[in-house]
């Protein structure tokens, strides 16, 4: 595990997957359908415990132009700068277990927030980052 530091707030727009994990595809794929492919974007998914001991988790990308946030099914959200708990997953696509696996052993770290919430950066089209917010 290594310390990434997010410099500035991300903004980012968010389709909530309607279940967990099996909704997960389809936000993303939703997601795509609405904000166009480019490399200029990163994406992301970003999950949190919903107090009832389920999870809620969206998907998410960054904004090019403020109009793209007026699309009725996007959500808006705020990945806050600071450091985060991280691990690459690498060839993630042929690992998706490895995902959960990933988040359990990040969250055992005692340095993480409380309030913070599980990210999910695709860095590449095999590597995804695993990160979770470090307290301040």
């Given amino acids: 595990m290594e310390i990434h530091t997010i410099k500035k707030d991300v903004k980012v727009v968010c389709i909530p997957a309607k279940t967990f994990p099996d909704g997960i595809l389809a936000a993303h794929q939703k997601l795509h359908s609405i904000i166009p492919y480019t490399n200029d974007r990163s994406y992301y998914g970003v999950s949190w415990g919903d107090g009832n001991g389920g999870i809620v988790y969206k998907a998410a990308s960054t904004i090019l132009d403020d109009s793209e946030m007026e ?5 808006s959200f705020t990945i806050k700068k600071g450091q ?22 990040l ?9 913070g919430f599980c990210l999910e950066a695709y860095m590449t089209e095999k590597d995804l980052w695993c990160m979770v917010k470090l307290k301040e």
């Fill in 71 to 75: 699309h009725d099914d996007l959500e």
């Fill in 84 to 105: 985060y708990l991280y691990e690459i997953l690498k060839d993630y696509r042929n690992n998706i277990p490895g995902i959960k696996t990933t988040f359990a052993k």
């Fill in 107 to 115: 969250l055992t770290d005692p340095r993480i927030a409380e309030d």
